[in-house]
Nanobody, 115 residues
């Protein structure tokens, strides 16, 4: 079955960096657009970034443009999110999403940015 497993979250000071990873299994990873979402306490889940099947198209939420970079390694079946210049407003649980029908989600990884 399809599994998505995020890692790389943690506690970081404002202005710091983190790199999230999402390891995929049970699917032909390179066939699917992949997305990163986040959900902060008391807020709806929001789309942070997406990347096309071979990485040629990337889109970002306005709030993270210029600070976050989405990438993928189709040989390793892994999705990445490089997060720089982190702000307290970036504090959230981050989820990867993709697969058939965009129906699959990881368990999430907590990112906490202290001021």
């Amino acid at each position: 079955q399809v599994q998505l497993v995020e890692s790389g979250g943690g506690l970081v000071q404002s202005g710091g960096s983190l790199r999230l990873s999402c390891a995929a299994s049970g699917l032909i990873f390179g066939e699917y657009v992949m997305r990163w979402y986040r959900q902060a306490p008391g807020k709806e889940r929001e789309l942070v970034a997406l990347i096309s099947e071979f990485g040629g198209r990337k889109n970002y939420a306005d709030s993270v443009k210029g600070r976050f970079t989405i990438s993928r390694d189709n040989v390793k079946s892994t999705l990445y999110l490089q997060m720089n210049s982190l702000k307290p407003d970036d504090t959230a649980v981050y989820y990867c999403n993709g697969g058939p029908g965009d129906a699959y989600w990881g368990q999430g990884t907590q990112v906490t940015v202290s001021s």
